[in-house]
């Protein structure tokens, strides 16, 4: 892989893995663009990079890698359990769906929800306003929400946030917890695929590998800022209009 498509690719993996509006869909698009083969190499290269959006959470939240945190990473475990056991189980049929069609349906599927959670949503009433609070059975609902995010273009952070909220977490508290959750999910899938396609690459392709890698965690570290501040005086609405746009755009390439 060249060096520029590797930073392309890092840009566009760092500003949506954490935002509602899905990784995998964006990084079809931009692969077309920029006509990158969908080789085992490419297909590995844009999986391991998420492996630098799992450093930005770390480094976005310190303060939440203590003991005194035990009870939330327990939490967290909870919630990825639904997710790992039935990716497991049926992982081929999750393969067979993913299809540019599928990704776009479900883009403008998970941008009707949005709207529709937002036109009935009360944040003044959230009995949750900090990630510290969620309780264990807000957990298991947001990791059952989470399963969601196997069917291809859901969004993973969309499906947790709109779990979390549904709940009763906050804006913030819910995409602070769906970034946590990120952590072992995304250490799941990228250390399988490293592990499983490490041999293909070469010298070459870890150099690109690599700026790819440094450039995501850089885009996700401050996008994962950027977002949080916007919750605090925005809601999802604009990122439902913006799923829903961006999904007739997948059809469009797709079938017309």
Same mark, same amino acid.
């Given at each position: ?72 990473? /327990?939490?967290? %475990?909870?919630?990825?359990?639904? #997710? ?7 992982? *081929?049929?999750?393969? &067979? !769906? ?87 999910? /995304?250490?799941? %899938?990228?250390?399988?695929?490293? #592990? ?7 010298? *070459?392709?870890?150099? &690109? !590998? ?47």
């Amino acid at each position: 892989m060249e060096i520029f498509n590797a930073i392309i690719l890092g840009i566009i993996e760092g500003i949506t893995e954490f935002l509602p509006i899905s990784s995998t869909g964006h990084l079809i698009v931009v692969a077309q663009w920029l006509k990158i083969e969908a080789t085992a190499t490419n297909q590995a290269f844009e999986v391991i990079i998420q492996l630098a959006a799992i450093l930005a959470v770390l480094a976005n939240y310190k303060d939440k890698f203590s003991s005194k945190q035990i009870n939330l990473w /327990l939490k967290v %475990a909870i919630a990825f359990v639904p #997710l790992g056991i039935i990716g497991f189980i049926f992982s *081929d049929v999750i393969k &067979a !769906l993913f299809t540019v069609g599928v990704v776009g349906v479900m883009f403008i599927v998970g941008g009707i929800i949005f709207l529709l959670l937002e036109r009935n949503y009360q944040e003044q009433h959230c009995r949750t306003t900090d990630v510290t609070q969620v309780s264990y059975q807000q957990a298991v609902w947001i990791g059952i929400a989470q399963v969601f995010a196997l069917i291809p273009g859901t969004s993973r952070a969309g499906s947790t946030i709109v779990g979390a909220m549904l709940c009763g977490l906050n804006r913030k508290a819910s995409a602070e917890f769906s970034f946590l959750l990120g952590l072992p999910v /995304l250490a799941a %899938a990228s250390g399988y695929d490293l #592990l499983k396609h490490y041999d293909l690459f070469t010298f *070459d392709d870890l150099t &690109a !590998l690599a700026v790819g890698f440094v450039t995501s965690f850089i885009v996700a570290y401050f996008t994962i800022k950027l977002f949080i501040r916007f919750l605090e005086n925005f809601t999802f609405v604009g990122f439902g209009i913006y799923r829903i746009v961006f999904g007739v755009i997948l059809l469009a390439i797709a079938y017309v």
